[in-house]
């Protein structure tokens, strides 16, 4: 998509520049009306189309994207290293792994990028580097102290059309969410959201789409040296996975759920390359103002991060269940979970659930109690270390993915658990004093 402007329409009023939330208006001179000038359209548009009911001449139309960029400009991986409070998300930590696995698949000099965005957060450099970073780029700025979408928006757009990234990596959080898409449109780039697989080389999927009657693949060049990514992610509920190319813009974005790829073992000590960028940010440039940040009782619940989860669905019959659920979760040192059932059900909330419609998560332990294993639950549990499914019903789709299975009913497993866990810690107790 982009705009157009018809110069023998445009008289140069300039109404268009006040209809812009973006800025993305200039004059350039024109002998052909009596103002000697014309708008013209910058990289800041984000085609909002705004402008096009605000001019009352026609002057300005839609156009289809026309000549695709070069992609050769383009080169090396960034991964958004998403902080909050000065503290680095771990789905952050995970992209940088990913991207250094991608980064090497593509070629020897492709690099893994930080890209860090905040305001004294610099020292957050080396733990990016101990998980395979090859290079920080460092934005600091008071302005940037807290998220707020225009800033970082702003920002991260001008970095990526200085140094023009072929990768863009986010994760799929809250922030991410909100981000990722803003930057992809005004990069006029697409993004795939919620990334579960990401593998290099689409010159395989050109040779399968042009076979297809009804992909467009006559501007695919299949020996093109430059490399391009599959993104793939569950599709129509779940019930098939789709791979996506973004063969023809760059850069290629995606956002990937916390706990879906694999963080690198750390290296302490490692260093790489420190790019400080100056941001061209002003407050004029921030339409929100951040009063208060208040965080929510929701947040306490932090399922992506926990070791262990204890989950609970429909098998357990009714709200009350949970309470047998967080008792569990307690003794062993781990968090709440539940099935989407249960929380349809009104049993519990929703930041609890897991799967593909809540949270992905990847914990050394996961009970699964009273969870048939569908497959959207499935999407956002089965890359646990270990799985241990309680179910009364041998047939239960969740004894295909568990580590241990335990065929019976919640209500006497579980209690059975408490009480085995009680002694051995007495026992382990005992032989410690
Ligand atoms: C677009 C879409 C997105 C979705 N997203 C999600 C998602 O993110 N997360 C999610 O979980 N689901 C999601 N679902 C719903 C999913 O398809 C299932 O409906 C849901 O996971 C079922 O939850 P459940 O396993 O708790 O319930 P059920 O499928 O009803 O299973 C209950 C299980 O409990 C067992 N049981 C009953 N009593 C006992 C007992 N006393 N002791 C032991 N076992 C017992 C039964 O044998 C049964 O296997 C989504 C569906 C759609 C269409």
Not at 390 to 398: E, Y
């Amino acid at each position: 998509m982009a705009i157009e402007i018809l110069k023998d329409k445009c008289i140069g009023c300039g109404l268009c520049f006040k209809s812009c939330p973006y800025d993305a208006f200039e004059f350039e001179p024109y002998t052909g009306n009596k103002a000697g000038k014309v708008a013209k359209v910058n990289a800041k548009c984000s085609f909002c189309n705004q402008c096009l009911t605000a001019c009352k001449f026609g002057a300005i139309k839609e156009k289809a994207a026309e000549a695709a960029v070069d992609l050769s400009d383009y080169k090396h991986i960034w991964v958004y290293a998403e902080q909050r409070d000065g503290k680095l998300m771990n789905v952050a930590l995970e992209l940088i792994g990913e991207g250094y696995r991608l980064a090497k698949e593509i070629s020897e000099d492709t690099k893994v990028c930080a890209l860090l965005v905040g305001d004294g957060i610099a020292h957050l450099a080396d733990e990016c580097y101990a998980y395979g970073a090859e290079e920080v780029i460092l934005i600091e700025d008071p302005l940037l102290k807290n998220y707020t979408t225009d800033a970082y928006t702003k920002v991260i757009y001008d970095a990526i059309m200085e140094k023009k990234p072929e990768i863009v990596l986010y994760g799929a959080t809250h922030i991410g969410r909100d981000l990722a898409p803003r930057i992809a449109a005004r990069c006029n780039t697409g993004l795939t959201a919620d990334c579960t697989r990401l593998d290099v080389k689409v010159s395989s999927y050109i040779e399968f789409a042009k076979k297809s009657t009804t992909l467009d693949t006559s501007t695919l060049d299949p020996n093109d040296p430059s490399t391009g990514i599959k993104q793939t992610r569950p599709a129509f509920g779940g019930n098939l996975m789709a791979t996506i190319i973004c063969p023809r813009t760059r850069p290629q974005m995606s956002t990937v759920r916390p706990g879906v790829m694999q963080k690198r073992e750390k290296v302490a000590g490692a260093k790489g390359e420190l790019t400080v960028i100056k941001p061209n940010i002003k407050e004029d440039d921030i339409h929100v103002k951040l009063v208060e940040i208040v965080k929510s009782a929701k947040e306490i619940v932090s399922l992506t991060d926990a070791d262990i989860i204890c989950s609970g669905g429909r098998g357990l019959g009714g709200p009350e269940g949970f309470k047998l659920i967080k008792e569990f979760a307690d003794k062993v040192g781990g968090v709440v979970g539940s099935s989407r059932a249960a929380v349809d059900a009104g049993w519990i909330d929703h930041s609890h659930q897991v799967g593909q419609t809540g949270t992905t998560v990847k914990p050394k332990i996961y009970f699964a109690c009273g969870i048939s294993g569908a497959i959207q639950h499935l999407a956002g549990m089965q890359t646990s270390d270990i799985i241990v499914a309680i179910n009364k019903d041998p047939d239960a789709p969740i004894f295909e993915v568990a580590d241990f299975g335990i065929v019976g009913d919640l209500y006497k497993v579980i209690p059975q658990i408490i009480a085995e866990w009680d002694n051995a810690e007495a026992l382990y107790d005992a032989s410690t004093k």
